[in-house]
């Protein structure tokens, strides 16, 4: 079992930025892919961002490329998803999510086990 514990949102001017955290109650860093998924009011859930364990490969959703960068230090057990140059539209409950099941990360929410209880992004017009 993994807890997963996010923190960081909150309320920011469009062109702003944030830095979310997500903490495991264990080590992840060896078997663990890591994600970051959100979802909009009236919306599914999508995945934002992920990184692999084993190589540290990375995805990103298009509506992010260029302005939202993940990162994992797997000494602290925690991800990042730096966000720059936010948007209204990137207004949602972020959650991350952990996953030990496949070699690479996914940005399909089916291919996770852990989640986070999630953390408010709201971006100001």
């Known amino acids: 079992q993994v807890q997963l514990v996010e923190s960081g949102g909150g309320l920011v001017q469009t062109g702003g930025l944030l830095r979310l955290s997500c903490a495991a109650s264990r080590f992840v860093g060896d078997y663990y892919s890591l994600a970051w998924f959100r979802q909009a009011p009236g919306k599914e859930r999508e995945g934002v961002s992920c990184i692999s364990s084993t190589d540290g490969s990375t995805y990103y959703a298009d509506s992010v490329k260029g302005r939202f960068t993940i990162s994992r230090d797997n000494a602290k057990n925690t991800v990042y998803l730096q966000m720059n140059s936010l948007k209204p539209e990137d207004t949602a409950i972020y959650y991350c999510?952990?996953?030990?099941?496949?070699?690479?990360?996914?940005?399909?929410?089916?291919?996770?086990?852990?989640w986070g209880q999630g953390t408010q992004v709201t971006v100001s017009s």
């Open positions: 999510a952990a996953d030990n099941k496949y070699l690479y990360c996914s940005e399909h929410e089916e291919s996770y086990d852990y």
